[in-house]
């Protein structure tokens, strides 16, 4: 690896790796759902699959089993790279390099949120509503807008990755050299005793709190 790429922990690299690869296939089966069933805001000639909700559904259900552990070592150890008190301040300065960063923190921030919000709205929905034709149901609504609302947090994240660490970064996060002494192993007492900023911690509880929320929910929807 070129020395001028940073080097990632294999952790970080396997989880925001396979987070990409689900979120990318959850975004595009998403479309070719709606794409199926839907059309209302327009439409494109794909293929029809027969199972297409099951397919987006496993990718979904997969991501949903991963989504704890990428937040948990999101906030816990790579805080650094999320939100922060002073950013909202920083974000003043937009053509400067710390705006820059500040910039690519929040849109690291905002794909956790939208994440949370997709598969809460996702978990809510039933599999016979849009065969049937019922468009209408607000869950449903709301789960095309989060899919919305992933699909720009994503855009965003990936163009500020590309301003502020450019092909180094991206190289780094796709190679596959480990590092003497860097291991899977989380050590867990230091996550939990990690300190967090007042604005982490209230983020935290809205992306925990939601994914507590969307493994719930379900048992009182009916």
Known sequence: MPKSSPYQPILLRILHGSTAILVISALISGFWVYNTYDKRWGTLPLPTIGDIQGIHGTIA?????????FAL????????RLIQPKSLQQLTQPNSRMGWI????????LMLIAATFAVITGRMMKEEWL??????RQWYQAHLVAWLCLGISLALHLLLSAKVGGLPLLRSMMSWAVHRGDTLRINWQAIKTQ????????METVVIGGIVA????PLFHS
């Open 214 to 217: 969307a493994w719930l929910l």
């Open 73 to 80: 070592y999101s906030f816990r150890i790579g805080s650094h």
């Open 195 to 202: 300190p967090l900023n007042w604005m982490l911690k209230l």
């Open 131 to 136: 065969p049937a034709g019922d468009l209408h």
């Open 102 to 109: 500040t910039g690519h923190r929040v849109a690291n921030t």
């Open 61 to 69: 259900l997969t991501f949903f089993v991963l989504l704890p552990f």
